[in-house]
């Protein structure tokens, strides 16, 4: 079933008849859309192309279409490129991180570190480390989280 409701069948690509010089008119014979093809909304024409929305911008869209769809295969369209923008847009000067590396330390044999990263995700060996937490002393003796 497409979006409406109606079957799969019932979508028809449209092509005007071919109009030659003096001769009859052709009229391509339409085919039915395939259910994979029939709500792709890609305007790539080629994989070399870069236009569409990438993988991440994908599942931020599906989650905002349906809040209940449950995904299994968040990580996958993480690579070394996304991980190398990720790290190139990172604040130069803030503060370590939980671990105590600094982004300049972090950026000393970058590609390795960013390979063994990527396959840490991919293989499902990564773990994030816990967030630190800090208290910070407010003026009546108490503190708060910060």
């Known amino acids: 079933m497409n979006g409406n409701g109606e079957p799969y069948s019932s979508i028809l690509p449209a092509k005007q008849p071919n109009e030659g010089q003096g001769g009859p008119k052709e009229v ?38 349906d809040g209940k769809l449950q995904f299994t ?5 993480v690579n070394i490129d996304l991980l190398r923008d990720s790290y190139n847009s990172l604040k130069k000067m ?5 671990d105590g590396i600094t982004w300049q330390e972090y950026g000393q044999h970058l590609e390795e570190k960013l390979k063994d990263l990527h396959g840490r995700i991919h293989r499902g060996a990564y773990q994030a480390q816990p ?16």
């Open 28 to 65: 391509a014979g339409g085919r039915l859309l395939t259910r994979e093809n029939a709500e792709q909304l890609n305007p790539c024409r080629t994989q070399s192309r870069e236009s569409g929305p990438n993988g991440l911008e994908r599942v931020r869209d599906a989650a905002k279409k």
């Open 131 to 146: 967030s630190r937490r800090v208290w910070i002393p407010k003026a009546d003796g108490r503190k708060r989280p910060g």
């Open 73 to 77: 295969a968040l990580l996958h369209p």
């Open 94 to 98: 803030a503060a370590p991180g939980v």
